[in-house]
């Protein structure tokens, strides 16, 4: 399996879509840190482009490495290599390298701007956006995988992930809008909050936001999140939902490889 997963690792940086993903967020960081020069402005506006981008890349970019793949995953199914070995590895190769080009695109400017900063350095909150990123990445390539596995076609493959993309980040706000003004003499706040945990990427917004506290940046979700918890109680939460909404995905996917007939 580590053979498969050095591999795959090496194979994805030879894709140029891999090289141009890092050229994005490393332009984009380098942009935004020479015009703002303060930490908190540069991962407020980060923060909205990462619950946007980063899903809807990392879901075309995993649903076209698998399909692509498809002639080398049969070569290796005629080899004394078990499925969950193939599976895993790819996946794991395609979710790393994507994160390891969005870490260095975000943190190569944060190093070489840190002396030039004049507020302080805000570790911990950079910190916070790098780890959303990264988890964001391996629940959508997880489920890039899990569409990939279930759909012959290419194009019903695509349109699933498109679909999917446009639920998580822009079809669920509008939900929950609706909800809580056509609900909104009743108490919501456990139901809305119960909501929130079905949407990674309104996880992953709150995940940030509780370092930031920034109460424009809050939506009805992250606001209610705020209020119930206070920052450590919050973010153990957070960050055992989004444990959970990469294994889901990925056990399902991988269950349902075990038992394609390729």
Do not use: C
């Given at each position: 399996?580590?053979k498969l997963l050095?591999?795959?690792?090496?194979?994805?940086?030879?894709?140029?879509?891999?090289?141009?993903?890092?050229?994005?967020?490393?332009?984009?960081?380098?942009?935004?840190?020479?015009?703002?020069?303060?930490?908190?402005?540069?991962?407020?506006?980060?923060?909205?482009?990462?619950?946007?981008?980063?899903?809807?890349?990392?879901?075309?970019?995993?649903?076209?490495?698998?399909?692509?793949?498809?002639?080398?995953?049969?070569?290796?199914?005629?080899?004394p290599v078990s499925?969950?070995?193939?599976?895993?590895?790819?996946?794991?190769?395609?979710?790393?390298?994507?994160?390891?080009?969005?870490?260095?695109?975000?943190?190569?400017?944060?190093?070489?701007?840190?002396?030039?900063?004049?507020?302080?350095?805000?570790?911990?909150?950079?910190?916070?956006?790098?780890?959303?990123?990264?988890?964001?990445?391996?629940?959508?390539?997880?489920?890039?995988?899990?569409?990939?596995?279930?759909?012959?076609?290419?194009?019903?493959?695509?349109?699933?992930?498109?679909?999917?993309?446009?639920?998580?980040?822009?079809?669920?706000?509008?939900?929950?809008?609706?909800?809580?003004?056509?609900?909104?003499?009743?108490?919501?706040?456990?139901?809305?909050?119960?909501?929130?945990?079905?949407?990674?990427?309104?996880?992953?917004?709150?995940?940030?936001?509780?370092?930031?506290?920034?109460?424009?940046?809050?939506?009805?979700?992250?606001?209610?999140?705020?209020?119930?918890?206070?920052?450590?109680?919050?973010?153990?939460?957070?960050?055992?939902?989004?444990?959970?909404?990469?294994?889901?995905?990925?056990?399902?996917?991988?269950?349902?490889?075990?038992?394609?007939?390729?």
């Amino acid at each position: 399996m580590l053979k498969l997963l050095k591999y795959e690792f090496y194979n994805m940086y030879r894709n140029k879509w891999i090289i141009f993903y890092l050229l994005f967020f490393l332009i984009l960081t380098t942009a935004l840190f020479y015009f703002a020069k303060a930490p908190v402005k540069v991962v407020s506006t980060l923060l909205q482009l990462v619950i946007l981008v980063i899903p809807l890349i990392s879901l075309i970019l995993g649903t076209i490495f698998l399909y692509d793949s498809r002639n080398f995953i049969e070569l290796l199914l005629s080899q004394p290599v078990s499925r969950k070995k193939i599976y895993l590895s790819k996946y794991l190769g395609t979710s790393i390298s994507l994160s390891v080009s969005f870490l260095l695109g975000i943190w190569i400017p944060y190093t070489f701007f840190l002396k030039q900063i004049e507020a302080p350095p805000e570790y911990f909150l950079y910190t916070a956006l790098s780890v959303s990123g990264t988890f964001l990445t391996f629940i959508f390539v997880a489920f890039a995988f899990l569409i990939a596995t279930f759909f012959e076609d290419r194009v019903k493959g695509f349109g699933a992930s498109i679909l999917l993309w446009l639920y998580m980040t822009l079809i669920y706000d509008g939900i929950i809008l609706f909800i809580i003004i056509y609900f909104r003499e009743y108490p919501l706040e456990q139901p809305v909050l119960a909501l929130s945990i079905l949407n990674p990427v309104d996880i992953a917004r709150i995940f940030v936001i509780l370092k930031l506290d920034i109460a424009a940046l809050l939506g009805y979700t992250g606001a209610i999140f705020q209020k119930f918890f206070d920052t450590k109680l919050g973010q153990i939460v957070s960050f055992s939902v989004m444990i959970l909404w990469v294994l889901v995905p990925l056990l399902l996917g991988l269950f349902k490889f075990n038992r394609k007939d390729f």
